[in-house]
């Protein structure tokens, strides 16, 4: 809103003639968008500081992250990986907001979709985490692992049909991959399906 309301001031001192850029009036407007664009470099060091101390010290990285968010708070990144650093400390439902606010400034962002919807699993929301994962698949169509993270949501749901189908379609985009086989093989096994339970359990010992 501040940087908008400058972007205003400014055009509408450029309709005044042009003695007008020496006054105090075009000064303030000069230094206020130089004070913008150092806060955001400010903020985007900051990030990368508590990149660093991410999985190491994670409650450091946080105010890291939470001074990259006081100097810009439209800083996408700050809030993905402060709630990488909040779910790393099970606080999840933390990290669930974060994730949430990235996805609002920028919704095409499949990290904070992924990073949502693991926090959604770890607090048995598969519904919700399985949402999150359809749309980073939208987003990301032939990633393997997404298909492979929602179908062990479906499995952990008892919808084993679904995750059949999701183990395929991640075998098919990643075959060497024997553990998809032995999860795919569990489902049918649930199903009752034990020829075709066998089948991909031999494939995954390489029979």
Not at 77 to 82: I, T, V
Request: proline share 2%; with cysteine.
């Amino acid at each position: 809103m501040k940087k908008i309301f400058l972007a205003i001031l400014l055009a509408s001192v450029m309709n005044f003639a042009p003695t007008i850029f020496n006054s105090e009036i075009f000064q303030n407007v000069s230094v206020a968008y130089a004070e913008i664009s150092d806060n955001k470099s400010a903020a985007k060091d900051k990030v990368t500081e508590g990149i660093l101390l991410v999985h190491k010290n994670n409650e450091e990285a946080i105010k890291k992250f939470n001074e990259a968010i006081k100097l810009d708070p439209n800083n996408a990144e700050a809030y993905l990986w402060r709630g990488h650093a909040y779910k790393d400390l099970k606080n999840y439902k933390k990290a669930i907001k974060d994730y949430t606010q990235v996805i609002k400034l920028n919704p095409k962002d499949t990290h904070a979709y992924q990073g949502r919807g693991l926090a959604y699993s770890k607090l048995k929301n598969y519904e919700k985490a399985i949402l999150d994962y359809t749309k980073a698949i939208e987003l990301k169509p032939n990633d393997s692992v997404l298909y492979n993270m929602r179908a062990i949501f479906y499995e952990e749901s008892k919808n084993y049909e679904q995750a059949i189908l999701d183990y395929t379609k991640a075998i098919e985009l990643k075959q060497d991959d024997i553990l998809l086989y032995y999860h795919r093989g569990d489902c049918y096994k649930a199903l009752g399906e034990n020829e075709k339970a066998e089948a991909d359990f031999a494939k995954a010992r390489g029979k």
